[in-house]
């Protein structure tokens, strides 16, 4: 079975700052998909960015960004000039190519210092 | 605008009862899923299904059953067989059920029970 393991259940920035979030994951697939949603206190699943692991090039959604390391099984994602808005739960999550749902990290609590 | 609606947004069960969590979609998505979230964890697929009439269970399915008779419409039964049903759940649809195809989530139902 997949698994998504998130090493740090709360970080702390300062606004303004850069911050990333750490993820890895144990799949035996080659062909499988990994995405970072966000959970603020509304409880609203929010998708920030998605990776396709064919893909070699890094995934970018304005601020956001993703560090991809294939065969460390690694995806972290980073945050650059923090605002308080982001301030939320950061889950990552895998699915492989063929069918069913996603399999979800514990999370990571972000914390925006103002 | 196109969206996913959950109902209740909250729940109350009491001992022995059964309940159901609607769920509706206008997305003309055809996967729709449900996945269970509790404290500090990242959320757990509970069951899904691609097509009307046919559904799948999730890694978490004993004690929930569901239905799909329409394409739009995904309602997930707590049974009593649930021993610890209190969770928040969240309903969620793709246009397929391929890796690459991102999940939209609804606003969620929190369960609790008297």
């Known amino acids: 079975a997949q698994t998504v393991t998130q090493s740090q259940p709360e970080m702390s920035v300062q606004e303004a700052e850069t911050v990333t979030l750490s993820c890895t994951y144990d799949t035996s697939e080659s062909d499988y998909y990994l995405f970072w949603y966000k959970q603020p206190p509304s409880r609203q699943m929010i998708l920030v960015i998605r990776?396709?692991?064919?893909?070699?090039q890094n995934a970018t959604e304005n601020r956001f960004s993703v560090n991809f390391q294939k065969a460390a099984k690694s995806f972290s994602l980073k945050i650059s000039d923090s605002q308080l808005g982001d301030a939320a739960m950061y889950f990552c999550a895998y699915r492989t190519g063929g069918a069913d749902g996603l399999t979800f990290g514990k999370g990571t609590h972000l914390i925006i210092q103002p | 605008d196109g969206g996913i609606t959950q109902s209740p947004k909250y729940l109350f069960r009491k001992e022995g009862q059964n309940v159901t969590l609607s769920c509706e979609q206008n997305l003309n998505h055809d996967a729709m899923y449900w996945y269970r979230q509790d404290p500090g964890q990242g959320l757990r697929l509970i069951y899904y299904?691609?097509?009307?009439?046919?559904?799948q269970k999730g890694d978490i399915a004993e004690g929930y059953s569901v239905s799909r008779e329409k394409k739009e419409s995904f309602p997930l039964t707590v049974t009593s067989a649930q021993k610890n049903p209190t969770a928040f759940y969240l309903c969620?649809?793709?246009?397929?059920?391929?890796?690459?195809?991102?999940?939209?989530f609804g606003p969620g139902t929190r369960l609790l029970v008297l």
């Open positions: 969620a649809s793709s246009i397929g059920l391929q890796g690459q195809e991102t999940q939209s």
């Open positions: 990776q396709e692991a064919y893909k070699q």
């Open positions: 299904s691609q097509i009307v009439n046919d559904f």
